[in-house]
């Protein structure tokens, strides 16, 4: 049931290209600044270059997650199944689990995009096994911190623009303290455990989601 779930969700998502589009454009244009301040007049040394990455990709992670968090919700309310989902013969853990699968699946191409256009623009690659699993783990802790944002509004009073602080405050601790790992990565440092928080905060997430339905 679960995976049906994820299913719709994806199929119904794919059915519309011009959101797609949208969601690649958006990295596409933080990706060229980003390189541009990397190789461009007037760029940075190189030894700065892996700072100006690594925040450049945790801006692009969380204005995708935003969008793709509030598309979700939107789609819901345009079938008028926000409060279906709820009445479901699922457990609402499935359903808050189906909802973070969604949305890693699309995070994780549009962060690897991200470095990968990042690597086009500035003809300088910036990929490592250690940074490969950061981007993994951005997409796993921001995409379990999207569904639980996107369930705090479907069964909450909370209101969108407090859900975008909300997020904003939640994915502030994870990406400072995981950012000066994520530039050591870049510069070839062995792997950091960057897994472990965010299996830790999606169990969190799945737990929270599931009281936000039982509600």
Do not use: C, W
């Not at 569904?147 to 994870?174: E, H, K, R």
């Not at 440092?189 to 169990?203: C, D, K, Q, V, W």
């Amino acid at each position: 049931m679960m995976l049906a779930l994820v299913q719709k969700d994806i199929k119904e998502e794919m059915r519309r290209k011009h959101e797609i589009i949208a969601l690649f454009s958006l990295v596409a244009s933080l990706a060229l600044p980003t390189a541009y301040m990397i190789s461009g007049p007037g760029s940075v040394l190189p030894q700065d270059a892996p700072y100006l990455v690594v925040l450049g990709q945790q801006a692009a992670s969380l204005l995708v997650t935003t969008l793709l968090g509030f598309v979700l919700i939107l789609r819901e309310a345009e079938r008028g199944t926000i409060y279906a989902l709820k009445l479901a013969p699922v457990p609402p853990e499935l359903t808050v689990l189906a909802k973070i699968i969604v949305l890693f699946i699309f995070l994780v191409p549009s962060n690897f995009a991200f470095n990968l256009l990042v690597a086009f623009f500035s003809s300088q690659l910036f990929l490592t096994p250690g940074y490969a699993l950061y981007l993994i783990s951005l997409s796993l802790y921001m995409a379990s911190l999207g569904a639980l944002v996107s369930f705090m509004i479907i069964y909450t009073d909370v209101g969108t623009l407090l859900a975008s602080v909300a997020l904003a405050a939640l994915s502030a601790p994870y990406l400072f303290s995981t950012a000066p790992q994520a530039v050591d990565a870049l510069k070839g440092a062995p792997g950091a455990p960057f897994i472990f928080s965010p299996i830790g905060f999606l169990i969190v997430s799945i737990m929270l989601g599931k009281f936000l339905v039982e509600i």
